[in-house]
Each structure stands twice: as structure tokens, then as C-alpha cells.
């Protein structure tokens, strides 16, 4: 069956930095797209980024302003979210998604398996 399992996440003082990972099984990857979102407390999931099945193409939210870098691994089976320069506001638990399609999506509709979930905590 389909797997998606983040890690990755913890606390970090603002100005800092994580990579998330998100490991997958029971799928062909490279044929499928992948995202990430993320939710913080009584907010709406939001999207973040995404990434086409063979990687060559990329789209994120507005509020990533360059901060962040998604990539995958096909060979490994993996995506991952470098987050750079990260703020209060990224507090959120992230999670990893996978599209319904090879091309980028920016709506929770267009993805049909979600992780659990990784917590990112930005804090001083």
C-alpha cells in the first residue's frame, strides 16, 4: 500500500534552518508529483510546494520568498524540503502528499495520499 513517512522536523530558533524528508513506498515515484503543506493551529492547510515526477519542475507558495528548496530522489524514493531563514509564522506541522498526476499541484484535491505529519516549531 501506499506509505508516505515525514521526519525531519524539531525545534529551531528563528534565522535557522531544517530539511524535511518525506520516504514513500508501495508506489511508482516517479510517476506521481509531490508536495508539501503544512498546518498550524486553528488554521486551514496550506500548501507549500511542489515538485514534478521527474523533478524539473518546481512551484511554491507566495510566502516561501526563496526560503525554502524541494527536491526529490527518484532513485531513493524520497522528497524533501530544505527551509532556510525560518520564521515564527513557519510553526506548523508539515506534511508530505502525494499528486494524483506527474505535474505540480497546488491544491489539496490534487493529492491523494498524505503523510502524518512532521512538527516544525520556530521558537527563541
Known amino acids: 500500500q501506499v506509505q508516505l513517512v515525514e521526519s525531519g522536523g524539531g525545534l529551531v530558533q528563528p534565522g535557522g534552518s531544517l530539511r524535511l524528508s518525506c520516504a514513500t513506498s508501495?508506489?511508482?515515484?516517479?510517476?506521481?508529483?509531490m508536495g508539501w503543506f503544512r498546518q498550524a493551529p486553528g488554521k486551514v492547510r496550506e500548501f507549500v510546494a511542489s515538485?514534478?515526477?521527474?523533478?524539473?519542475?518546481?512551484t511554491y507558495a507566495a510566502f516561501v520568498k526563496g526560503r525554502f528548496t524541494i527536491s526529490r530522489d527518484n532513485a531513493e524514493n524520497a522528497a524533501y524540503l530544505q527551509m532556510n531563514s525560518l520564521n515564527v509564522e513557519d510553526t506548523a506541522t508539515y506534511y508530505c502528499a502525494r499528486a494524483l498526476t506527474d505535474a505540480v499541484g497546488l491544491e489539496p484535491e490534487e493529492f491523494d495520499h498524505w503523510g502524518q505529519g512532521t512538527q516544525v516549531t520556530v521558537s527563541s
Open positions: 515538485i514534478s515526477g521527474s523533478g524539473y519542475t518546481t
Open positions: 508501495g508506489f511508482p515515484f516517479s510517476s506521481h508529483a
